[in-house]
C-alpha cells in the first residue's frame, strides 16, 4: 500500500503520512502513536468487492474491529468469516443487537430496503457501495429514515491522485473551461464483468449509468462544488430493461459561468477510458484508473505528465484505505468526510434527470 499503508494515528484522529511527517518535525509529542480511536464494524454483503478489496483494507487498519459478517447466502458468509477468524451471524434481525458504530452495505442497489429499514432505529453510522442515491425520493427516503447525516457513499475516486491534481486545476480555472468530456466503455474491469445483479435493472438501478456513470459523473461534481446542473441532451439504449448506452451533454453552471460536460457511458463498445478538459489553449487528460497520470497537451502539440500527488492514492487498495480512514475520522472524530452522502447525493440527481429526460422526450432506443 505504499504511502498510505502507514497512516497513523495522532491526537486521536488519522492523518495521512505527508502530514503526520509534518507533524514530526512540528513536535515530538506527535512521534507518539496514540490509540484513542477503536470502530466497531459490521458487514453486510460478502461479495467481490467485500471479499476483493474492503476485508483486506479494512483488517489492515489499526483498531478496527469486525463484529459481523452477514450475506442473505449464509454459505458465503460461513465460508469467508471462518477463512478470516471473523465472527459471522445467521439472521438479519442480529445486525441491530450487534450494536457496532459503523455498517458497510456492500450488496447490490436494489436489495437494500430493507436493511436500511433494519438499521433505522440504530445510531449507526452506513457506509454504503456505490450507487447509493439515484433520485429525489432516495434522498428524501434516506432523510426520513434519518439515515442522511449518518450515510457515507463508496466513490473511492475522490481519493485518487489523478482526481485532485484535476480537483485543483479545476477549481482555480474554472471560468476558462472551455468543455469537459467523461466517458468510459465497455473495457474496463466494472462494465465488462457481468455479475449477477448488472443483469438486472432493479438489483444493479438500472444499468450503465448506475452502475458506470455514477462514478465519472461524481468525479466532476466532486471537481466543481456547489454547481448547478441542467441536461441539454441525452439519448439512451436499453437492452431489456437495463441502460447499456448512454450518451449526454449536460451543462454545470456554477458563479454565472456554464460549462458543457459531454459524457458517454457504454457496455456496448470500447470508448477512451478518461476525464478531460479543454481550457481552449491547453487540454487536461487523466485515464480512469488509479495509477493514470494527469497530462498536460498544449495546443502546440507538446504533452507534459504531471507526477503523482503523494497525498493521494495511486493504486485501488489506497484509495479504499483513505476512503475508510476519512469515514472513520469522521465517525469517530467529526472531521468532515468527502465521502458524506450529504457531498455525494448529486451526481445520483443528475442520473434521474437523464432519464427523466430521454423519457420524456423520447430519446431511446431498445435492442
Ligand atoms: N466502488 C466500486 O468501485 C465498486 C466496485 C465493485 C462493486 N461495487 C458495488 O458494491 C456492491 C456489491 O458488488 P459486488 O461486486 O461485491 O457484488 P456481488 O454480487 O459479488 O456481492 C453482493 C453480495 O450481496 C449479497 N446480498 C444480496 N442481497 C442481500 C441482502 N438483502 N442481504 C445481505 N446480503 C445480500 C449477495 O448474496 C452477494 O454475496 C454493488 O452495489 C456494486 O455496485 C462498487
Redesign the pocket.
Known amino acids: 500500500m505504499a504511502h498510505c499503508e502507514v497512516l497513523l494515528e495522532f491526537s486521536g484522529f488519522l492523518v495521512s503520512p505527508a502530514i503526520s511527517n509534518y507533524a514530526k518535525v512540528r513536535s515530538n509529542i506527535f512521534l507518539r502513536i496514540m490509540e484513542k480511536i477503536k470502530i466497531t464494524i459490521g458487514i ?7 471479499q476483493m478489496v474492503h476485508l483486506p483494507v479494512l483488517l489492515n487498519i489499526r483498531n478496527v474491529d469486525i463484529r459481523f459478517l ?4 449464509m454459505e ?1 458468509s460461513k465460508a469467508l468469516a471462518e477463512s478470516f477468524k471473523l465472527p459471522y451471524i445467521m439472521d ?1 434481525e442480529e445486525i441491530n443487537r450487534k450494536n457496532v458504530d459503523c455498517i458497510l452495505v ?4 436494489g ?2 430496503e ?2 436500511y429499514k433494519i438499521i433505522t432505529p440504530q445510531k449507526t453510522a452506513l457506509f454504503i ?3 447509493v442515491i439515484l433520485s429525489e425520493k432516495d434522498v428524501q427516503a434516506f432523510k426520513d429514515n434519518g439515515l442522511f447525516e449518518r450515510s457515507f457513499s ?3 475516486r475522490r481519493h485518487y491522485s489523478n482526481t485532485n491534481i484535476l480537483k485543483d486545476f479545476i477549481g482555480s480555472m474554472f471560468h476558462k473551461i472551455k468543455r469537459i468530456t467523461v466517458s468510459e466503455g465497455s473495457k474496463t474491469t ?1 462494465v465488462s464483468k457481468e ?3 448488472q443483469t438486472s435493472g432493479a438489483l ?1 438501478g438500472g444499468g450503465i449509468l448506475a ?1 458506470t456513470s455514477c ?1 465519472l459523473l461524481d468525479q466532476v461534481v466532486y471537481m466543481l462544488p456547489g454547481a448547478d446542473y441542467k441536461i441539454d441532451n441525452c439519448f439512451i439504449v436499453y437492452d431489456g430493461d437495463i441502460e447499456v448506452h448512454a450518451k449526454a451533454k449536460i451543462v454545470l453552471i456554477k458563479d454565472g459561468v456554464s460549462i458543457p460536460i459531454e459524457a458517454e457511458f457504454s457496455r456496448l463498445k470500447e470508448l477512451p477510458n478518461e476525464i478531460s478538459v479543454d481550457f481552449g489553449d491547453m487540454i487536461l487528460k487523466s485515464g480512469i484508473v488509479p495509477g493514470d497520470k494527469v497530462s498536460i497537451c498544449l495546443n502546440s502539440g507538446e504533452t507534459h505528465q504531471i507526477d503523482y500527488n503523494p497525498f493521494f492514492a495511486i493504486n485501488s487498495y489506497q484509495a479504499f484505505y483513505l476512503e475508510w480512514i476519512s469515514v472513520i475520522n469522521a465517525i469517530k472524530s467529526n472531521i468532515p468526510s468527502v465521502n458524506a452522502l450529504s457531498k455525494t447525493f448529486q451526481s445520483g440527481l443528475i442520473i434521474e434527470s437523464l432519464r427523466d429526460y430521454s423519457n420524456t422526450k423520447g430519446t431511446f432506443k431498445r435492442i
Open positions: 453486510v454483503g460478502c461479495g467481490n468487492i467485500v452477514y450475506d442473505v447466502d458465503k438479519k456492500a450488496t447490490p442497489y436489495s437494500r430493507d436493511l457501495e456505490k450507487p463508496g466513490f473511492m466494472a455479475l449477477s445483479y444493479s452502475e462514478h
